[in-house]
């Protein structure tokens, strides 16, 4: 009697009863294990682990910067970034420390890439995964995060704010 069964039959069987046995099932659930964990520790200046390209500007720069002038699209209004607040646009934070003062940082946490949230009433930027915090200046207060939130250029011209 001859067997009829292709190759991808047979591998198909084959794996079907590796992943339902006791000892697949355990492989497969520490080789997520070990992913996570190594994903955990690591650092990345974005959520991919790759250096960022939003357009900012060097992590070491102090404060954002605000050039009058034409720039890109706006991506937002002078008069929806509150005095003393600010707001997250895509992959920037944008605030107002005092009247007409508008600073921009990259919204991408230096620690492990998440989105931080917009300053809270107290003027504090938070990343919402570890909780590092940084002042409505970018400065970082309390880690996990080790640097400052990186500045990036923007212009301010007829009530539009646009990246530089």
Not at 26 to 40: E, Y
């Amino acid at each position: 009697m001859t067997d009829t069964r292709t190759g991808s039959d047979l591998a198909g069987r084959v794996l079907t009863k590796a992943v339902t046995s006791r000892r697949g099932v355990m492989c497969g659930l520490a080789g997520l294990g070990a992913a996570g964990a190594l994903a955990a520790c690591g650092t990345a200046e974005s959520p991919n682990g790759s250096e960022s390209t939003t357009g900012a500007a060097d992590p070491s720069t102090e404060g954002g910067s605000t050039t009058e002038g034409s720039g890109g699209a706006g991506i937002a209004a002078t008069a929806d970034v509150p005095v003393g607040g600010g707001l997250v646009v895509d992959e920037t934070v944008i605030v107002q420390p005092t009247a007409d003062e508008f600073l921009a940082f990259s919204a991408v946490c230096p620690h492990q890439g998440a989105i931080v949230d917009a300053p809270d009433a107290d003027g504090n930027i938070i990343c919402p995964r570890h909780q590092s915090t940084w002042t409505i200046e970018g400065e970082l207060e309390e880690g996990p995060a080790e640097v400052n939130l990186p500045a990036v250029e923007i212009t301010v011209e007829d009530g539009q704010i646009s990246l530089a």
